[in-house]
T-cell receptor
Framework: NAGVTQTPKFQVLKTGQSMTLQCAQD?????MSWYRQDPGMGLRLIHY???????DQGEVPNGYNVSRSTTEDFPLRLLSAAPSQTSVYFC?????????????FGSGTRLTVV | DQQVKQNSPSLSVQEGRISILNCDYT??????FLWYKKYPAEGPTFLIS?????DKNEDGRFTVFLNKSAKHLSLHIVPSQPGDSAVYFC????????????FGKGTHLIIQP
């Protein structure tokens, strides 16, 4: 049981490049979400999904796209990377009520945009 | 406008004593509150949660107290151990977490030997 797997762990991008951060979970969780963490800040919600085919925007969605074609996968796409997107990105998933609403987090992707 | 606030960036506690981490919130629609622990270079780990219809939840050394009238919650760790040194995040959700979580900025807990 791997939990929530994020790839890659580290990435350096040039301004204007695009890329996809991968997130996969093997716990059959319905809820999934993406967060970014910046120095001195808590985690901020980018996008979330309550099930396959359903996604919605969080607090800081600009510059990011998501899709949820399967229960297991929830990739985050950076359309045209900007230095302001330098951050640590976390993906998370949850059963909802049966898990006390606790989300299980991946180990993160550290992204640097130069 | 920060909806979840942790006003103490850091807290130092002696090993064996009680650690009390505080959190305030402004959104009355929050119906679930959670605490996460985070070590450097790792993802947050879920510790304990509490529904807005309760005022206390206990799990081993961890107890969370909720004061709805004051919009305040706290996490008590008794006794504090060296492995408890980490950053602790308070988080809240509306509708049981389906729409994701709103986090505070975190409190760095340091357990002194």
């Amino acid at each position: 049981n791997a939990g929530v797997t994020q790839t890659p762990k580290f990435q350096v991008l040039k301004t204007g490049q695009s890329m996809t951060l991968q997130c996969a979970q093997d716990m059959n969780h319905e809820y999934m979400s993406w967060y970014r963490q910046d120095p001195g800040m808590g985690l901020r919600l980018i996008h979330y999904s309550v099930g396959a085919g359903i996604t919605d925007q969080g607090e800081v969605p600009n510059g990011y796209n998501v899709s949820r074609s399967t229960t297991e996968d929830f990739p985050l796409r950076l359309l045209s990377a900007a230095p302001s997107q330098t951050s640590v990105y976390f993906c998370a998933s949850s059963y909802g009520e049966t898990s006390g609403y606790g989300y299980t987090f991946g180990s993160g992707t550290r992204l640097t945009v130069v | 406008d920060q909806q979840v606030k942790q006003n103490s960036p850091s807290l130092s506690v002696q090993e064996g004593r009680i650690s009390i981490l505080n959190c305030d919130y402004t959104n009355s629609m929050f119906d679930y509150f959670l605490w996460y622990k985070k070590y450097p270079a790792e993802g947050p780990t879920f510790l304990i949660s509490i529904s807005s219809i309760k005022d206390k939840n206990e799990d081993g050394r961890f107890t969370v107290f909720l004061n709805k009238s004051a919009k305040h919650l706290s996490l008590h760790i008794v006794p504090s151990q060296p492995g408890d040194s980490a950053v602790y995040f308070c988080a809240a959700s509306v509708g049981g977490g389906a729409d994701g979580l709103t986090f505070g900025k975190g409190t760095h807990l340091i357990i002194q030997p």
